[in-house]
């Protein structure tokens, strides 16, 4: 609906600015006829002063003559200025105009020079000669040959003028029609608009309590299968706490007859029972590390936390002594920044910055020492901790992998563990309102991140 308007004006301003361009030039046209009716009569009127002094010899004849010459030099002028833009017919014409006009004016001053200092005979024998008259003649002819120019210009131009402002003029009525046109038809649309939006509001309310009506039900239901989800996490919570707390006696039993075996009876048998003993004794000490891995995990989602303010840098400190034999065996390195004081629990953030700097030392590049550091940083209401090493890094698209229970991706011979520390961690994170993730490549090492809120809302 815009755009037949907005074309019907933009063809009325082109129209206009062509309006314009041919009344320029009309313009154009009269200032050259004015400018050669100028120049004549400027000349003719310096003829009749000529001509009356020659005949008086009063000096009071001579005023038409003095003030024509500077008409001449003004006309001139325009004329060229004029003329610049005309046809180059038009400007040969003015070429051959400019030099009679000069000998003309020349042969008045000669003229009026003679009488002055000679006498009346001779000024008047100058005069019949003729060459005055043909110096006019010329004048006047050229000047008519360029007046007839332009006035077969100033008749086409006028024509050409006339034809623009009429189409001017439709192209501005042709607008307004139209627009009276659209507009009638915007308000039909309007009206269907009004009562189609009356109908589908009317339709939206009715479906809104339909929706409504569903999503209370499908909120009911969804509370009753949280509910049900809820008592069987927490049943799975103590289901594996009283299993691996209940496994613990009888494993006991296993490893202390198994460790009795093997103090007893090996190097006394074979090779292959010395084997069998080995074996039995290693799956006894990693059954021990799994049960009670697994009793911390469950353990984590049941105590219930004790959040208040805690000096990370303190925190930090108490890790590197309850790690410091293995660092001192790893040679191992760890710097941090000044870390802050943030409300969490200060138990479950000390085991998850124990979990993560124990693997930065355990997952070391064997050619070089390990070096630790822990830095801090503020993000809007939180705190972003992070735990980066020199070790031997992993592939990224393993980052979501690593943080599930029983998860690893290395052999137990090569890095022991059971790949649950990771997990714990995550849990207590997830457990202050925090998250955790993970930037590593192979070969270079890995970076660690957790966040805790900045206050004490968890």
């Known amino acids: ?49 000529q001509r ?44 051959e105009l400019l030099p009679a006009v000069r000998l003309k004016i020349e042969e008045l001053q000669r003229t009026v020079e003679i009488r002055r200092t000679r006498g009346e005979a001779l000024a008047v024998a100058e005069v019949r000669t003729g060459a005055g008259r ?34 001017v003029a439709i192209f501005f009525a042709a607008g307004i029609l139209v627009s009276i046109g659209l507009l009638f038809w915007a308000y039909h649309l309007i009206v269907l608009f009004a009562w189609e939006r009356k109908r589908a509001e009317e339709e939206a309310v009715r479906l809104n ?30 289901f594996a706490y009283v299993a691996s707390h209940d496994l613990q006696e009888p494993l006991r039993m296993v490893s202390a007859y198994v460790d009795l075996l093997k103090r007893r009876y ?11 003993i080995r074996f039995a004794v290693d799956g006894a000490a990693r059954m021990r590390l ?9 353990r984590t989602g049941m105590q219930v936390m004790r959040i208040a303010p805690a000096n990370l840098e303190e925190v930090l400190h108490k890790v590197m002594d309850n790690l410091q034999i293995l660092r001192e065996e790893t040679s191992a390195k760890v710097e941090h920044d000044r870390l802050p004081v943030v409300p969490c629990d200060e138990a479950g953030i000390m085991l998850v910055m124990q979990n993560l700097i124990s693997n930065a030392i355990k997952f070391r590049q064997p050619e070089r020492p390990p070096v630790v ?39 137990g011979t090569v890095y022991p563990g059971t790949g649950i520390g990771l997990a714990i961690s995550k849990r207590v994170i997830e457990a202050h309102g925090g998250r955790m993730w993970v930037e590593s490549a192979e070969g270079v090492g890995s970076k660690f991140w957790f966040s805790l809120p900045a206050t004490g809302n968890a």
């Open 266 to 276: 090996e190097g006394k048998l074979d090779k292959d029972a010395d084997e069998y």
């Open 290 to 298: 799994l049960i009670t891995d697994l009793l911390s995990y469950s």
């Open 134 to 167: 043909r110096a006019m003649e010329t004048v006047r002819r050229i000047a008519a040959s360029m007046e007839v120019e332009e006035e077969r210009l100033l008749e086409q131009r006028l024509t050409v003028a006339r034809v623009t402002q009429t189409r």
């Open 1 to 49: 609906m815009a755009l037949i308007p907005l074309a019907l004006a933009a063809l009325a301003w082109w129209g206009s600015v062509q309006y314009r361009e041919r009344v320029r030039w009309v313009q154009h046209t009269r200032q050259v006829l004015s400018e050669m009716d100028d120049l004549l009569l400027a000349v003719t009127n310096a003829e009749t002063g």
């Open 209 to 238: 309590a339909e929706l409504e009506q569903h999503v209370a039900e499908r909120t009911t239901e969804l509370r009753a299968a949280n509910t049900s989800l809820q008592r069987s996490n927490t049943d799975l919570e103590r």
């Open 52 to 95: 009356g002094f020659v005949l008086t010899g009063e000096e009071s004849y001579l005023e038409p003559f003095r003030s024509a010459l500077p008409q001449v030099d003004v006309s001139v002028s325009h004329l060229q200025a004029l003329i610049r833009d005309s046809s180059p017919e038009q400007q040969a014409r003015l070429k």
């Open 373 to 411: 550091r822990v830095t801090a940083s503020r993000s809007g209401v939180e705190w972003h901790l992070a735990v980066e090493d020199n070790g031997i890094g992993f592939d990224e698209k393993y980052a979501d992998r690593i943080f599930e229970i029983f998860q690893r991706l290395h052999g």
